[in-house]
Structures are given as structure tokens and as C-alpha cells.
């Protein structure tokens, strides 16, 4: 197993290639059969001398023909499904769904990821097993999906601004209103001073109105880091303000005010 | 804990949070070693750790991803 050095992490770096499993654009496809990427005949050897034997066997399947490959994609898609529908079971309770949409997201997810894993398949490094790095892609899928479906039921309008419901968002205690009427009043001055428009939307959007970031992404017809980096910069930005009126400490996270 | 202090840590962002992109794009090799020595996956990946605590979906990803190798591998064992 390799790993890349502390490093090479920053939030601050441009990444050029999107996650696996993320296209918003791809409508859903429920099917077994799929075309596999040809296999690059000269799959780098450092590969494939890392990769366990397990791995290997998947990789060479897949990427193989006839018999063997359709067996390797049928088996694939087995699991995928099955992990789709542990996934969307885990994620139920905060869901509006109910079981035969469940299954049907779970479906759409194994079989949408199944097409991104088989055309993928010269991206695997062996740097984790195969139906780890497999599996990745069917979650992510299913976290779009879901996001997806928000918009079809949406509980909540994406500009709402209704700030009483804040002390709700923070789970705080309904008997400190007091308190919260001086919070929401210095946070709401905040966000309107030193946010961008985009940003403020954004904030709104997830703090206020409750949207999903992955709902809201798709919404806005972007990704799902372009949101965290707004948000990222709009906490930022809104906490160095409050601190510099004196709301909240300059180096730590204890509280001055109340 | 007061509504300032839940404010607060809501504001509060870690320099080293790698953002979601690096954080997806890691996630199957930070779950294993998650799985096979908790301790060397905070200290190689804190980046991912710091982003994944404060990113709910990609957190929620973490779990699921968690949870599936968790349950295949207790599948092997059986």
C-alpha cells in the first residue's frame, strides 16, 4: 500500500480530476450489461506487482473477454447492489423515501457505479483492494442520488431565510432565548457584512434553510467541494468577524460573550 | 454547551481540512488503514481526518464506505 506524504494535503491546492462516481449530468441507467473500457495493454507492471491476488483476479477479469468477463461484471454488480442497499438502508431514517424507492436508488446506484468502475479500471493503482476502491464508487453514487432526490420533494425552498430556526440547526436549549436573539442578531450582521452574495447564498442555503450540501450542488450545477470551499471561507470569514467584535475569542474557542 | 460555543465550533476551520475532492479521492485508502492501524491513518492523514470531521456528507461517505468493507470482511471471516 502506498501513501501520498502529509505534504502533498492542502485544502488550498487545485485538484484537475473530480471524484469517481460523480457526474450529475449521467442519467440514471438500470442495466446489467455493460461495455468495458479496453484494457491498456500496457498496464504499468508496478501495478499490478503490488496488487493482491484477489485484486488481480478482478482486474484481469474485468478487463479480460467472453465468459470470464461477463461472469466478472455479473459478480461485481452483485456486490455493488448489495452495498448500495446496505448504504441507502443505513441513510433511511433521514430519508423521505420509502422501500421500493429505496431499492430502486439502490439499483440505479450498482448500476451507474458498475459503468464508472468497468471504464475506469486503469485508474486502480492497487493502492487499497479492489472492491474497496470499488465500493467508493457506489457510495458516492448513492450520496447523488439521494441529493437528487431532495429537489423532488424538497422540504424547504433554497432562499427561505426564516433565522429564528438557528437555534434548532445548533440543537441549543429552547429555555436560552434570550441568548439566541443576541447570537442570531450578531451572526445575521456578520453574514450581511462581510459575505460575498454568492457566499451569503450559499450560508443561507445550508445554515438557514437546511439544504443538503449535495442537494444544493446539484441545484447550483456544481460539486460538491466548490460548496465546502464557500462555506469554508464564509466560516472563516464570519468567525474572524465576530471575534474582531469582540463575540468570540481571537485564538481559541472559548467564549467571551453572555 | 451555549449557543455561542456550538456557533463557535460551527465557525471554527482547520487549516489542514483537505476539502472534499482530496478527501473522496483518498477515502478507500484512509478506510483500510482506518481498519488496519486507526493510529497511523490520524497521524498520515490529518487532512482527511480534520476534513471528514467537519464535511457531514463526506463524513457520512466515510461511514458507509467504513461500514461496507467492515461488513465484507466480516463476511470472510465467517
Known amino acids: ?258 | 454547551m451555549t449557543g455561542w460555543d456550538a456557533l463557535d465550533r460551527f465557525l471554527d476551520v482547520d487549516p489542514e481540512d483537505v476539502g472534499c475532492e482530496k478527501a473522496m479521492a483518498l477515502l478507500h485508502i484512509y478506510v483500510e488503514l482506518v481498519r488496519a492501524d486507526p493510529e497511523t491513518a490520524t497521524e498520515r492523514y490529518a487532512g482527511v481526518e480534520a476534513h471528514l470531521r467537519a464535511c457531514g456528507p463526506c463524513g457520512e461517505d466515510f461511514e458507509g464506505l467504513l461500514s461496507a468493507v467492515s461488513a465484507e470482511q466480516r463476511q470472510n471471516v465467517v
Open chain 1, 1 to 258: 500500500m502506498s501513501y501520498l506524504p502529509r505534504e502533498e494535503l492542502s485544502f488550498q491546492e487545485p485538484v484537475a480530476a473530480p471524484a469517481p462516481g460523480r457526474d450529475p449530468a449521467r442519467a440514471p441507467v438500470r442495466i446489467l450489461a455493460v461495455r468495458c473500457a479496453t484494457p491498456a495493454p500496457d498496464r504499468p507492471t508496478s501495478t499490478d506487482e503490488k496488487l493482491d491476488r484477489e485484486s488481480a483476479e478482478w482486474l484481469r477479469s474485468l478487463a479480460g473477454a467472453g465468459a470470464p468477463k461477463e461472469a466478472a461484471v455479473a459478480r461485481l454488480h452483485e456486490l455493488l447492489l448489495k452495498v448500495a442497499r446496505a448504504e441507502v438502508n443505513r441513510r433511511r431514517s433521514r430519508l423521505r423515501l420509502a422501500g421500493p424507492e429505496l431499492d430502486d436508488l439502490a439499483h440505479q446506484a450498482a448500476a451507474d457505479s458498475l459503468m464508472a468502475i468497468t471504464g475506469k479500471l486503469d485508474d486502480f493503482r492497487g493502492e487499497s483492494r479492489f472492491t474497496t476502491w470499488a465500493y467508493k464508487f457506489v457510495i458516492l453514487e448513492v450520496s447523488t442520488k439521494i441529493g437528487r432526490h431532495f429537489w423532488r420533494h424538497p422540504t424547504v425552498a433554497m432562499g427561505a431565510e426564516d433565522w429564528e430556526r438557528l437555534p434548532d440547526r445548533f440543537g441549543l436549549d429552547p429555555a436560552g432565548k434570550a441568548e439566541w436573539q443576541d447570537l442570531i442578531a450578531a451572526l445575521r450582521r456578520a453574514v450581511d457584512d462581510v459575505l460575498s452574495d454568492h457566499q451569503r447564498r450559499i450560508f443561507v442555503a445550508i445554515v438557514i434553510a437546511g439544504v443538503p450540501v449535495e442537494s444544493l450542488a446539484l441545484e447550483l450545477a456544481s460539486n460538491r467541494n466548490a460548496i465546502y470551499k464557500t462555506m469554508f471561507d464564509a466560516r472563516r470569514k464570519i468567525r474572524a468577524e465576530l471575534a474582531a467584535k469582540g463575540y468570540l475569542d481571537t485564538r481559541t474557542a472559548t467564549v467571551r460573550h453572555g
